[in-house]
């Protein structure tokens, strides 16, 4: 079975410039949760959707946005990119909504450097 | 907030158990207790989680305390493969409850 992939696996732009990432969950999982893993830290949430919506939203400005599509495919898009914005893109999957007792299965991430 | 809180980093040798704490004095009666782990260059990897019991499968085990403050990750023979950062978490619906950390950062040694 395909794990969670993500696109693209490094992508370099410079500041004030947008950028789009991807995400595909596996198969059966209705929620996508995206997070932020800055060298040498923990990776850091922003945003959970479930069924399309977004049901949570971590302390990121309003440059971070997201959506996701009827497959459960989802984008992060962020707007004015800063370099403080040069990071690891985490997606995660699982099956519900619930974050307490649902394991998440990560991809390994969008590369992005801002220069 | 229901954080936690690991040694920086560990040491074991190849082919020993291994057993990683982690301190979470302030955990509510609902929060399940996650482990992940996350090799370099990869995204992290669901380990195992449990709530209130000893859990098994087939990466490891996890022992939590009775009071449920702290609980520790056993992996029974460690290969150098095992040799990653590993987070324990408490993931809550609150948005503000998804905190990793910085791990703990465990060497293996042949």
């Known amino acids: 079975d395909a794990g969670v992939t993500q696109s693209p696996t490094h992508l370099i732009k410079t500041r004030g410039q947008h950028v789009t990432l991807r995400c595909s969950p596996i198969?059966?999982?209705?929620?996508v949760s995206w997070y932020q893993q800055v060298l040498g830290q923990g990776p850091q949430f922003i945003f959970q959707?479930?069924?399309?919506?977004?049901?949570g939203r971590g302390n990121f400005p309003d440059r971070f946005s997201a959506r996701q599509f009827p497959n459960y495919s989802s984008e992060l898009n962020v707007n004015a990119l800063l370099l403080g914005d040069s990071a690891l893109y985490l997606c995660?999957?699982?099956?519900?909504?619930?974050?307490?007792?649902?394991?998440?299965?990560f991809g390994d991430g969008t590369r992005l450097s801002i220069l | 907030d229901a954080k936690t809180t690991q040694p920086n980093s560990m040491e074991s040798n190849e082919e020993e158990p291994v057993h990683l704490p982690c301190n979470h004095s302030?955990?509510?009666?609902?929060?399940?207790i996650h482990w992940y782990r996350q090799l370099p260059s990869q995204g992290p990897e669901y380990v195992i989680h449990?709530?209130?019991s000893n859990v098994n499968n087939r990466m490891a085990s996890l022992a939590i305390a009775e009071d449920r403050k702290s609980s520790t990750l056993i992996l029974h023979r460690a290969t150098l493969r095992d040799a990653a950062v590993y987070y324990c978490?408490?993931?809550?619906?609150?948005?503000?409850?998804?905190?990793f950390g910085k791990g703990t950062r465990l060497h293996i040694l042949p």
């Open positions: 995660a999957s699982s099956l519900a909504r619930d974050r307490k007792n649902q394991p998440q299965h």
């Open positions: 198969s059966g999982h209705k929620s």
């Open positions: 959707y479930y069924e399309k919506e977004e049901r």
């Open positions: 302030t955990i509510s009666g609902t929060d399940y």
């Open positions: 449990g709530l209130t």
């Open positions: 978490i408490l993931p809550g619906n609150r948005d503000d409850k998804i905190i």
